[in-house]
């Protein structure tokens, strides 16, 4: 297939505009048409995973990190990330990344944590602002139907788990067509009075242009009144870190056992024990220090990351357990999560998950 149609799946379930602004998550080398028969997943695209997809034929390497964050000036293969981008492209393989947009779905990194660690009524941690708008449109009665069926097949209308959320009014609208115009209804030169709906709807601030098309094409009218609004609502499945709760409370050092055996962590670094019994588990892969106030808020018991620095393990101040399992051990479930979603969807497309082990910290036991 084109490489488009994958990368076009992966991103309705992640949206790029779902990524933190210091991120580099989309397609970093490749055409978005050239063919693609198999994609090679990673956590890191390093130059062993590229190699790797060489001797086996992949066109295509999915990983989680972006290896590009920065500008790079130059190509003369001086840095690891130089000879990645460099072979890649004298390979003809595309380097596509997937990283804090699958992070801040309810899908994602962090719910595949949870579910490593058996958790239940897991939801995100820390929502994200700004990502919802509200459309207001105002339809002939007997067409509410066809646009509202429109709007939410475009994907507007959804509120946490419910769908086909809208609120209608009915009132008048007036209007006189002028010169050149082809009205629905009414006469040209004369004001006219229509019965119609006032539709009320929100929809994510990324799908604007693809609701606006659909309320285009179902709209009788030949012009067609609308109002967008900006707010500020959270958007309750898109955002940081996860909380969940274990169905059976169990002391620290249980939970901690349990933790390092299900994330196959070598080595768990962890604040004092606060004698508590742990039953709310605040989760984040990667680097999730800056959510340590929201943990604490939402009364997790527990924070389980990764890349915690000295100084900031003291902000625990015996309120919470913080848990450093590591960054790799945090997220290396990933790579399972990546080939489950596109084998679901592409039953006929052939996915490896590298056989490299990417993970540049070494522990000496
Ligand atoms: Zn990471």
């Known amino acids: 297939m084109k490489l488009a149609q994958l990368t076009a799946y992966l991103e309705s379930l992640a949206p790029l505009a779902y990524q933190e602004d210091y991120d580099n998550s989309g397609l970093i080398v490749g055409q978005p048409n050239q063919e ?3 994609a090679l997943i ?42 990645v981008v460099e072979k890649a492209i004298r390979n003809n393989i595309a380097l596509y990344a997937i990283h804090t947009n699958l992070d801040n779905v309810m899908m994602g990194v962090n719910a595949r944590i949870c579910e490593t660690l058996g958790l239940v009524n897991f939801h995100v941690l820390a929502p994200r602002q700004n990502l919802l708008k509200k459309l207001v449109t105002y339809v002939p ?60 709807t929100v929809y994510p601030a990324n799908l604007e242009s693809k609701v606006i098309m659909a309320l285009i094409l179902a709209h009788p009218y030949e012009e067609v009144a ?22 059976t409370p169990m002391s620290e050092e249980e939970f901690l056992s349990e933790v390092k055996h299900n ?26 220090g800056f959510l340590l106030k929201q943990a604490i ?42 080939y489950e979603i596109i084998q ?12 490299v082990n990417t993970n540049p910290v070494k522990y000496f036991i």
């Open 297 to 338: 808020a939402a009364g997790a018991d527990i924070f389980i990351t990764a890349d915690y620095k000295y100084h900031e393990f003291f902000d625990a101040e015996g309120k919470i357990l913080i848990a450093d399992i590591g960054h790799f051990e945090s997220e290396q479930f990933t790579q399972q999560l990546l």
């Open 344 to 355: 679901n969807k592409f039953v006929n497309f052939a996915i490896r998950l590298t056989k």
């Open 36 to 38: 693609v028969s198999q």
């Open 42 to 83: 990673s956590l890191d695209c390093t130059e062993a995973v590229v190699d790797e997809a060489i001797a086996t034929g992949c066109q295509v390497i999915i990983s989680h990190h972006p290896i590009v964050f920065k500008g790079l000036k130059k190509f003369n293969s001086k840095t690891y990330v130089e000879r």
């Open 263 to 288: 994330m196959q962590a070598e080595v768990i670094r962890h604040t004092a024990f606060t004698g508590r019994r742990i039953k709310k588990v605040a989760v984040c892969g990667g680097s999730g």
């Open 141 to 200: 009665t007997a067409q509410a139907d066809q646009v509202r069926n429109a709007l939410f097949h475009a994907g507007a209308g959804h509120i946490g788990n419910y769908s086909d959320c809208s609120f209608n009014a009915e009132g008048t609208g007036t209007f006189k067509a002028g010169e050149g115009t082809d009205p629905y209804v009414g006469e040209p030169g004369i004001r006219h009075h229509e019965e119609e709906v006032r539709i009320e």
């Open 226 to 247: 609308y109002d967008l609004y900006n707010m500020t609502n959270q958007h309750q499945q898109v955002g940081s870190g996860m909380i969940g709760e274990l169905e």
